[in-house]
């Protein structure tokens, strides 16, 4: 990841050429006033398939992650960052090569860790210090993994589309960590 650079930024055209050729089925291009709404109900029952018998905490998030890249429509981001040494280290994600390390108070994502709250940014190009992963992202939304008191990690989500979060998604991904937080 690299500070973002808006004397860098790609013309719109490039961006959805480049989304489609990476994103493969998924849509490149928002279409006016759609709705992106995900089952997060549905999403939380094949999770819980998923991770039901399996107690590996990073099997379980390469899964979540895996699953949230295959349902949740126009993202082109998603994985987790795990709190270690007072710091936000890559964990399992789908999306382009992401920075390996974030510092606390950093970006979006070191700011939901410092917050220890779900943080919801409609443009991150407005966001005091985001850190840019991949140059076609405009919205995020990360929620923290917070077990008995303590930061574990974040939960972290890209979109190409402006605004693309809202409170149903804040409500889906917290419900879906904390399926992930119930594992030992």
Request: with cysteine; charged share 20%; hydrophobic share 40%.
């Amino acid at each position: 990841m690299q500070p973002s650079n808006k004397s860098s930024k790609a013309s719109s055209s490039t961006v959805a050429s480049r989304l489609k050729a990476f994103a493969g089925s998924k849509p490149s291009a928002p279409n006016a006033g759609a709705d992106y709404a995900a089952d997060y109900q549905l999403i939380g029952r094949q999770l819980t398939g998923l991770i039901e018998s399996e107690d590996d905490s990073i099997a379980n998030m390469a899964n979540c992650s895996a699953l949230l890249w295959q349902e949740l429509p126009t993202i082109n981001w998603v994985g987790f960052y795990l709190y270690r040494d007072n710091q936000l280290v890559l964990g399992p994600f789908q999306g382009r090569p992401a920075c390996t390390r974030i510092a606390m108070g950093a970006g979006v994502c070191g700011t939901a860790a410092n917050l220890r709250k779900t943080v919801v940014v409609a443009d991150v190009h407005q966001f005091p210090g985001h850190i840019a992963c991949d140059a076609a992202s405009n919205s995020e939304i990360v929620v923290p993994l917070i077990k008995d008191g303590q930061l574990i990690g974040l939960l972290d989500v890209d979109s190409p589309v402006t605004d693309r979060f809202d409170h149903r998604d804040q409500q889906g991904l917290e419900h879906l960590v904390q399926l992930l937080l119930k594992k030992p």
